[in-house]
């Protein structure tokens, strides 16, 4: 099958979002292009091998990425397989980097921008434009406005100075690049001078957004801060003040813990006083509530024992006598609630033995 066939039949695939399909035929294509093809359809291959390789390079994890379907070795790094693909291009497709057709070395330094690759993307144009021969100088320097050499050329030129160099922060070299340039037009100079300024304004703006947004976040994070200190210290006087509000309440309580103690013991002294005083009080009523005084009972007893006395000297003892004598005895002891006394028993005692033996002599 002939490159171009398969050239078809990989773009369909392409198209068709098939890419492994499309990937391996194109490699096919790729190496059943002959020296004799003609120069489109070398060109259409390549370009269409570079469209499918970044596709897969753009939308595959890089670990995830069969280097087969890409032709070329494995690689460690995304780097690594960005120069590898160039060498095939550039080395295999046309044999040196100064043969190679500048849209595509365009179209290897735009996928290298959109992979982030910048130094590789770098290097491939510098390369490029070190590898063209005096003759391609020289034609482009003689048909500057209107010849597809120029414009590669060209569009080479606005993606080293207007896209990679602007992205790595090299204005200055790219301001050099053209400033020494012989072969582009003063109008093509100016409009990538205004690129370049564009690019260095936008970056100085994102630097400057970049450099705010710091700002604010470190005034963000000492705000914070200074709140976390200030919280810390609210937290600290709060505790001081409930442990010294605790002390307070707890000498507060312990005070009137005493007081009520103190108050408990004296009102405890006077009511036991008081008990004491009824019990004194109730012992001396229940001993002689209603007794006559000391003296006179004393008296009252002394006067019985003398008219004892003189019953017995006179040896006579009447019925009336001794009725008499009880009745004087109840009338001394009348009121009397306690038991007799030890003396006034003796008496009675007495009295009884003296009853008896004059009742005994009378009855002699």
Known sequence: MSATALYDKAFRSYLLTKYTPAANTCLKAIAALKSDD?????????????????????????????????????????????????????????????????????????????????????SIAEEWFASLSDEVMDHISANREQDQVTEGYNKVVELYVGRTLPRMHDFESANTFLDYNSVLTDTKKKAFKDIIAQEQASVETERQKKIQIEKELEEKKKEEERLLIEEAKRIEQEKLAQE?????????????????????????????????????????????????????????????????????????????????????????????????SVALQGLMNKLWQTIKMGTKVTYM
């Open 38 to 122: 003609q120069d489109s359809t070398r060109l259409n291959i390549w370009t269409l091998y570079l469209n499918i390789t970044s596709t897969l390079l753009v939308n595959t994890p890089f670990l995830g990425i069969n280097m087969k379907l890409l032709g070329v070795p494995p690689a460690n790094s995304m780097e690594q397989v960005c120069r590898s693909i160039w060498h095939k291009v550039s080395t295999e497709g046309y044999g040196n980097v100064g043969n190679t057709d500048a849209r595509l070395v365009s179209a290897c330094i735009a996928m290298n921008i959109e992979l982030d690759q910048l130094v590789v993307a770098r």
């Open 244 to 340: 010294k509000q605790r002390l307070e309440e707890e000498e507060e309580q312990t005070r009137k813990a005493s007081a009520e103690a103190e108050k408990a013991a004296e009102t405890a002294e006077k009511d036991t006083s008081k008990q004491e005083k009824n019990i004194a009080t109730t012992s001396r009523s229940v001993m002689s509530p209603s007794s006559p005084p000391q003296q006179p009972r004393q008296h009252q007893q002394t006067m019985v024992q003398k008219w004892m006395n003189q019953i017995t000297s006179k040896g006579a003892t009447t019925s009336g006598a001794i009725l008499i004598l009880i009745f004087a005895l109840f009338a001394l002891l009348r009121g009397q609630r306690g038991r007799l």
